[in-house]
Structures are given as C-alpha cells and as structure tokens.
C-alpha cells in the first residue's frame, strides 16, 4: 500500500514575522535594562531637572510644604537619600544634622532629606531618634531616586547654585568635614 | 457634703466612665480585629520588595519588608481593602511595588496593538516590495533585437563554424 504524505506546510510569513517583532522587541528591552544599570547615578556636570518634594509635616521648608528645586536656585542644594531601615544611614544621621546646624543661618545652603521607600510612621521614629530638623519628606512613587538613578542608600547629591550637580557621595558620611568639604567650594 | 451631693457626683463619675466605655468600643469595631499573619501575608505576596528586585513581600527577610508588611497589618485594621492597600502602595513606592499593573489596559494591550500594527504594516510592505508594480506590469516587454554583425571577421568564424558543424 502506498504512503501518503502531506505536504509540510510553511509557517505564514505574517506569523514569522510577528515572531521575530516580538523577540526583537525583547531583546530591546532587556538592552535597555542593561544599559540603564550599566550607567550609573547622574554625573557631576548635568543640569538637574526641576522636580518637586511634599515634606512630612514638621520637617516644612520656611513653612512650606510642597517645594520645587527650581525654588532653591541661587541656593546649594545638598539632596540626602535615606531610609529608616538602612543602618548605613544611622552613621551619618548625626554629621548631617550637625552640618545643618552649621550652614543653616547663613541661608546660603539647604539640606533636603529624601526618604526612600518607607513607611512615615518609622520615618519618623528614624527622624526623632537623630533630632534631625532638616527639611524631610518622602520620594513618591520613587520618581526623584529613578531620575538620579541611585544605587542604594545613603546617597547624597551636591547641587550648585545654577542648579548643576558638582559631587556624588555613595555611602554614608565619616566626618563633618567630609560634608564641609564639598560645600564650601560651593559657596565661593 | 450632703448626701444629694455625694449620689450627684456618683451619678456623673458613672455617667463619665460609661461614655469612655461606649466611646472605646465605638473605636474598637471601627478599627476592626487585628489581622492574622496569613491575612497580611495574602496581600504581601502581591506586592514586592523594594530593595531587593522580584521578591515578593510576603517571603522577603528584609527589615523594609518587614516595616511594610507592618504598615499593611496597620491599614487592615484601620478597614482599608485589599484593593485600596495595593493602591497606595502602588501610589507612594511606584508601579514596580505592586505585582500587576494598575492600568491593565495601558500595560497589555497596548504593546501587543502595536505588535500587530507593525506586523501588519511590515507584512504589507514586504508584499509590495516582492509584487512588480501594476504600471510596470502592463508594459509590453521588449523584444532584444538580433544583433547583426557587420563585422567581416566575425562573419567569416560563424561561416567557418557551421562549415564544420
């Protein structure tokens, strides 16, 4: 008896191609991916983008509770990523408000406290424990920490008068002088 | 103080503690019981850590882990739904908190709309590209003329050739 066969019948090129889009389309972001992990926190030298901050209540700005960083020009701006649950930041808790203490009435520079995915409740605890009175409020929807692309906390980002970024501290302060040390050229 | 007096502040001392009572168990069914670990654990599970990428809540060892499972414990008792909880945390950490996209819309279909709009775009312009053109096809082709040789020397090889042919 004799076989029959079928003829294989080819994959519809529209079916192919929808594929090849789709992988294509994959690979794209996962590139994207790599590329932006591969990049790094924003580098010293780039303008930074107007974006604004509510405060936590009790931690206001000259009784503002809502600020924008295009508010703060002719201002250096120091930008202190945190968390309560990070211990790291517990090292350096006490030098920034030591510091804000320091610069705070010549009203040349302003300290602004980003909490990092926490919960207010143990914010503030974290706040109280430190007696830190810097202006404080929480990163929203983590927008502010995504545009400065940061790696983890504490990060702390030293911002110009002109609102140009000068200096990226990756990990917690040791020293007073370390803070001093990168905003007093600032100030000149 | 007289006897009236007495039974008078009695009476208010009672009234007081009776309303703090009431005032107290107001309070309590409002908040609601508090909640098991299984039931906090139920809506952690659809969240993720925020520090430590694709790990769900509920399994995740970290101490931001543990303050938000906190925090989810708090706002069942406070009677918030399952829907409202992921909603702020969706809202206040980010997108990335909650597992599912909010706009499930926005997230699913419109990649794959534009998946197919480009496939359909791309499979009508590889059909076009491979079809001759409607205008080129009613062209009369043209016949290659014979070549005609003057060529005296040439004329003689072909006559040679078909000699010995």
């Keep these: ?188 | 103080m007289s006897k009236g007096k007495i039974r008078a502040t009695q009476y208010a001392i009672f009234l007081t503690l009776l309303a703090a009572l009431f005032a107290t168990l107001s309070i309590a069914s409002a908040q609601g019981p508090e909640p098991t670990d299984d039931e906090v654990n139920q809506i952690a599970k659809k969240l993720y850590c925020p520090v430590c990428e694709n790990t769900p809540l509920d399994v995740c060892p970290t101490e931001a882990c543990r303050q938000w499972r906190e925090q989810i414990r708090e706002m069942l008792i406070e009677g918030k739904t399952e829907e409202e909880i992921i909603d702020y945390f969706a809202v206040t950490y980010g997108e990335r908190a909650a597992g599912d996209p909010r706009d499930k819309l926005r997230a699913y279909l419109i990649p794959v709309v534009a998946i197919l709009a480009g496939t359909i775009l791309l499979v009508r312009a590889l059909q076009m590209w491979k079809k001759p053109k409607a205008a080129e096809a009613v062209i009369p082709a043209i016949e290659p003329k014979p070549v005609v040789h003057h060529d005296e020397y040439i004329a003689r090889i072909e006559e040679e050739l078909k000699k010995r042919n």
């Design chain 1, 1 to 188: 008896m004799a076989e029959t066969t079928t003829p294989r019948r080819a994959v519809p090129l529209w079916i192919q191609i929808t594929i090849w889009a789709f992988l294509v389309g994959l690979l794209a972001i996962v590139a994207m991916g790599l590329n932006r992990a591969q990049q790094g926190t924003v580098q010293p030298g780039q303008k930074i983008d107007d974006f604004s901050l509510t405060l936590y209540s009790g931690y206001e700005l000259d009784g503002k509770t809502e600020i924008r960083l295009s508010d703060l020009r002719g201002k250096v701006v120091v930008l202190n990523f945190w968390a309560s649950w990070c211990k790291p930041c517990e090292q350096e808790a006490t030098e920034l408000q030591e510091a804000w203490l320091e610069y705070q009435p010549g009203g040349e520079v302003v300290f602004l406290g980003l909490d990092y995915v926490d919960t207010e409740t143990d914010a503030r605890v974290y706040l109280k424990k430190f007696s830190i009175t810097f202006p404080n409020g929480p990163d929203l929807a983590t927008s502010i920490s995504q545009y400065f692309r940061i790696r983890g906390v504490p990060e702390t980002y030293f911002i110009d008068k002109e609102g140009v970024l000068r200096y990226v501290q990756v990990g917690p302060f040791v020293s007073i002088d370390q803070i001093r040390a990168q905003i007093d050229p600032l100030l000149k």
